[in-house]
T-cell receptor
Protein backbone atom coordinates (compact mmCIF):
# COMPACT_ATOMS: atom_id res chain seq x y z
CA UNK A 1 0.00 0.00 0.00
CA UNK A 2 1.17 3.50 -0.75
CA UNK A 3 2.10 5.93 2.00
CA UNK A 4 3.49 9.45 2.20
CA UNK A 5 5.74 10.85 4.91
CA UNK A 6 6.28 14.53 5.59
CA UNK A 7 8.64 14.47 8.54
CA UNK A 8 8.60 18.20 9.24
CA UNK A 9 5.31 19.37 10.68
CA UNK A 10 6.50 22.99 10.85
CA UNK A 11 9.29 24.84 9.06
CA UNK A 12 10.13 28.42 10.07
CA UNK A 13 12.26 30.38 7.60
CA UNK A 14 13.23 34.01 7.21
CA UNK A 15 11.88 36.01 4.30
CA UNK A 16 14.05 35.81 1.15
CA UNK A 17 15.82 32.67 2.45
CA UNK A 18 15.63 29.35 0.57
CA UNK A 19 13.41 26.53 1.80
CA UNK A 20 13.06 22.79 1.25
CA UNK A 21 10.02 20.83 2.36
CA UNK A 22 10.63 17.11 2.45
CA UNK A 23 8.38 14.36 1.16
CA UNK A 24 9.09 10.63 1.01
CA UNK A 25 6.73 8.01 -0.31
CA UNK A 26 6.43 4.27 -0.18
CA UNK A 27 5.13 2.35 -3.16
CA UNK A 28 6.05 -0.76 -5.06
CA UNK A 29 4.72 0.43 -8.41
CA UNK A 30 4.89 3.50 -10.59
CA UNK A 31 3.54 6.63 -8.96
CA UNK A 32 2.27 10.08 -9.73
CA UNK A 33 3.29 12.80 -7.28
CA UNK A 34 1.74 16.12 -6.38
CA UNK A 35 2.32 19.09 -4.10
CA UNK A 36 -0.63 21.17 -2.91
CA UNK A 37 -0.78 24.38 -0.87
CA UNK A 38 -3.51 25.29 1.61
CA UNK A 39 -4.05 28.79 2.95
CA UNK A 40 -6.03 29.21 6.20
CA UNK A 41 -9.69 28.20 5.96
CA UNK A 42 -9.41 27.36 2.29
CA UNK A 43 -9.19 24.25 0.16
CA UNK A 44 -6.03 22.89 -1.43
CA UNK A 45 -4.53 24.30 -4.62
CA UNK A 46 -2.20 22.41 -6.92
CA UNK A 47 1.39 23.68 -6.87
CA UNK A 48 2.97 21.15 -9.22
CA UNK A 49 2.87 17.54 -10.32
CA UNK A 50 5.22 14.84 -11.53
CA UNK A 51 3.78 12.34 -13.99
CA UNK A 52 6.78 11.25 -16.04
CA UNK A 53 9.79 12.61 -17.93
CA UNK A 54 12.09 15.23 -16.44
CA UNK A 55 12.63 14.69 -12.74
CA UNK A 56 12.75 18.43 -12.04
CA UNK A 57 9.27 19.89 -12.07
CA UNK A 58 8.48 23.58 -11.94
CA UNK A 59 5.23 24.86 -10.49
CA UNK A 60 3.45 28.05 -9.65
CA UNK A 61 4.72 30.81 -7.36
CA UNK A 62 8.37 29.95 -8.04
CA UNK A 63 8.27 26.49 -6.45
CA UNK A 64 9.95 23.43 -7.91
CA UNK A 65 10.32 19.80 -6.89
CA UNK A 66 12.66 16.99 -7.80
CA UNK A 67 11.59 13.38 -8.17
CA UNK A 68 14.22 10.93 -6.91
CA UNK A 69 13.16 7.37 -7.59
CA UNK A 70 16.08 5.71 -5.81
CA UNK A 71 15.41 7.67 -2.63
CA UNK A 72 11.62 7.62 -3.12
CA UNK A 73 11.52 11.35 -2.48
CA UNK A 74 9.80 14.36 -3.97
CA UNK A 75 11.12 17.39 -2.05
CA UNK A 76 9.70 20.84 -2.67
CA UNK A 77 12.04 23.84 -2.94
CA UNK A 78 11.94 27.57 -3.39
CA UNK A 79 15.13 29.69 -3.65
CA UNK A 80 13.65 32.77 -1.95
CA UNK A 81 10.44 32.76 0.09
CA UNK A 82 7.98 35.60 0.61
CA UNK A 83 5.59 36.34 3.45
CA UNK A 84 2.75 35.28 1.15
CA UNK A 85 4.18 31.74 1.04
CA UNK A 86 3.09 31.20 4.65
CA UNK A 87 0.70 28.26 4.35
CA UNK A 88 0.46 24.50 4.81
CA UNK A 89 1.91 22.28 2.11
CA UNK A 90 0.78 18.74 1.34
CA UNK A 91 2.54 16.07 -0.64
CA UNK A 92 0.30 13.48 -2.33
CA UNK A 93 0.80 10.28 -4.30
CA UNK A 94 -1.34 8.04 -6.49
CA UNK A 95 -0.35 4.68 -7.85
CA UNK A 96 -0.82 3.80 -11.48
CA UNK A 97 -4.20 2.15 -11.98
CA UNK A 98 -5.72 3.30 -8.71
CA UNK A 99 -7.98 6.31 -8.27
CA UNK A 100 -7.21 6.81 -4.60
CA UNK A 101 -4.85 9.58 -3.55
CA UNK A 102 -2.79 9.37 -0.37
CA UNK A 103 -1.87 12.66 1.29
CA UNK A 104 0.94 13.39 3.71
CA UNK A 105 0.20 14.99 7.07
CA UNK A 106 1.30 18.41 5.85
CA UNK A 107 4.11 20.87 6.60
CA UNK A 108 3.33 24.34 7.87
CA UNK A 109 5.69 26.88 6.36
CA UNK A 110 6.04 30.00 8.47
CA UNK A 111 7.88 32.85 6.78
CA UNK A 112 9.40 35.26 9.29
CA UNK A 113 9.80 38.92 8.25
CA UNK B 1 -15.25 30.52 -13.66
CA UNK B 2 -15.46 26.79 -13.12
CA UNK B 3 -14.95 25.41 -9.69
CA UNK B 4 -16.29 23.59 -6.66
CA UNK B 5 -18.76 25.19 -4.27
CA UNK B 6 -19.18 23.88 -0.75
CA UNK B 7 -21.90 25.08 1.57
CA UNK B 8 -22.34 26.08 4.24
CA UNK B 9 -18.93 27.39 5.27
CA UNK B 10 -19.70 26.78 8.95
CA UNK B 11 -22.13 24.23 10.36
CA UNK B 12 -23.15 23.30 13.88
CA UNK B 13 -24.62 19.95 14.85
CA UNK B 14 -26.60 19.03 17.89
CA UNK B 15 -26.25 15.67 19.56
CA UNK B 16 -28.19 12.96 17.72
CA UNK B 17 -28.71 15.09 14.63
CA UNK B 18 -27.87 14.29 11.03
CA UNK B 19 -26.44 17.13 8.94
CA UNK B 20 -25.78 17.36 5.21
CA UNK B 21 -22.86 19.15 3.59
CA UNK B 22 -23.34 20.33 0.03
CA UNK B 23 -20.79 20.02 -2.77
CA UNK B 24 -21.44 21.21 -6.32
CA UNK B 25 -18.99 21.36 -9.24
CA UNK B 26 -19.28 22.89 -12.71
CA UNK B 27 -16.02 21.47 -14.04
CA UNK B 28 -17.75 18.55 -15.76
CA UNK B 29 -15.56 16.19 -13.76
CA UNK B 30 -16.52 12.53 -13.45
CA UNK B 31 -14.85 11.80 -10.11
CA UNK B 32 -15.70 13.44 -6.79
CA UNK B 33 -14.33 12.96 -3.29
CA UNK B 34 -14.97 13.82 0.34
CA UNK B 35 -12.12 14.26 2.79
CA UNK B 36 -11.95 14.96 6.47
CA UNK B 37 -9.12 17.15 7.74
CA UNK B 38 -8.03 17.18 11.38
CA UNK B 39 -5.00 19.10 12.69
CA UNK B 40 -1.78 17.16 12.16
CA UNK B 41 -3.49 14.28 10.34
CA UNK B 42 -3.59 15.46 6.77
CA UNK B 43 -6.57 14.52 4.63
CA UNK B 44 -8.43 11.27 5.13
CA UNK B 45 -10.76 9.92 2.46
CA UNK B 46 -14.37 9.39 3.50
CA UNK B 47 -16.09 8.47 0.22
CA UNK B 48 -15.44 8.83 -3.47
CA UNK B 49 -17.49 8.48 -6.64
CA UNK B 50 -16.18 7.85 -10.14
CA UNK B 51 -19.52 8.02 -11.97
CA UNK B 52 -23.13 8.96 -11.31
CA UNK B 53 -25.09 6.52 -9.14
CA UNK B 54 -21.92 4.81 -7.94
CA UNK B 55 -19.65 5.49 -4.96
CA UNK B 56 -17.12 3.66 -2.79
CA UNK B 57 -16.10 3.86 0.84
CA UNK B 58 -12.82 5.45 1.69
CA UNK B 59 -10.70 4.91 4.79
CA UNK B 60 -13.08 6.43 7.35
CA UNK B 61 -16.62 5.94 5.98
CA UNK B 62 -18.27 4.86 9.24
CA UNK B 63 -20.87 7.38 10.38
CA UNK B 64 -21.10 9.06 6.96
CA UNK B 65 -23.27 8.57 3.89
CA UNK B 66 -23.26 10.03 0.36
CA UNK B 67 -25.31 10.06 -2.82
CA UNK B 68 -24.42 10.80 -6.45
CA UNK B 69 -27.66 11.34 -8.33
CA UNK B 70 -26.23 14.05 -10.58
CA UNK B 71 -22.78 14.45 -12.07
CA UNK B 72 -22.30 17.90 -10.57
CA UNK B 73 -23.48 17.12 -7.02
CA UNK B 74 -22.03 14.92 -4.26
CA UNK B 75 -23.62 15.69 -0.87
CA UNK B 76 -22.22 14.22 2.35
CA UNK B 77 -24.41 13.38 5.34
CA UNK B 78 -22.79 13.22 8.76
CA UNK B 79 -25.02 10.92 10.76
CA UNK B 80 -25.54 10.68 14.50
CA UNK B 81 -23.45 7.50 14.39
CA UNK B 82 -20.34 9.65 13.81
CA UNK B 83 -19.33 10.31 17.39
CA UNK B 84 -16.55 12.77 16.69
CA UNK B 85 -17.69 14.86 13.72
CA UNK B 86 -15.87 18.09 14.57
CA UNK B 87 -13.50 18.67 11.64
CA UNK B 88 -12.90 20.55 8.41
CA UNK B 89 -14.55 18.76 5.47
CA UNK B 90 -13.21 19.15 1.95
CA UNK B 91 -14.86 18.16 -1.30
CA UNK B 92 -12.77 17.59 -4.42
CA UNK B 93 -13.17 16.51 -8.02
CA UNK B 94 -10.96 15.25 -10.83
CA UNK B 95 -11.28 14.48 -14.53
CA UNK B 96 -12.37 11.00 -15.49
CA UNK B 97 -11.02 7.98 -13.76
CA UNK B 98 -7.41 8.66 -14.60
CA UNK B 99 -5.09 8.63 -11.64
CA UNK B 100 -2.60 11.14 -13.01
CA UNK B 101 -5.08 14.01 -12.87
CA UNK B 102 -4.83 16.50 -9.98
CA UNK B 103 -7.76 17.11 -7.71
CA UNK B 104 -9.62 20.41 -7.52
CA UNK B 105 -10.87 21.41 -4.08
CA UNK B 106 -13.68 23.48 -2.65
CA UNK B 107 -13.09 25.89 0.24
CA UNK B 108 -14.41 23.49 2.83
CA UNK B 109 -17.09 23.28 5.51
CA UNK B 110 -16.13 23.52 9.17
CA UNK B 111 -18.42 21.35 11.30
CA UNK B 112 -18.67 21.79 15.06
CA UNK B 113 -20.71 20.19 17.82
CA UNK B 114 -23.05 22.36 19.89
Amino acid sequence: AQSVTQLDSQVPVFEEAPVELRCNYSSSVSVYLFWYVQYPNQGLQLLLKYLSGSTLVKGINGFEAEFNKSQTSFHLRKPSVHISDTAEYFCAVTEGGYQKVTFGTGTKLQVIP
Amino acid sequence: DGGITQSPKYLFRKEGQNVTLSCEQNLNHDAMYWYRQDPGQGLRLIYYSQIVNDFQKGDIAEGYSVSREKKESFPLTVTSAQKNPTAFYLCASSEGQVTNQPQHFGDGTRLSIL
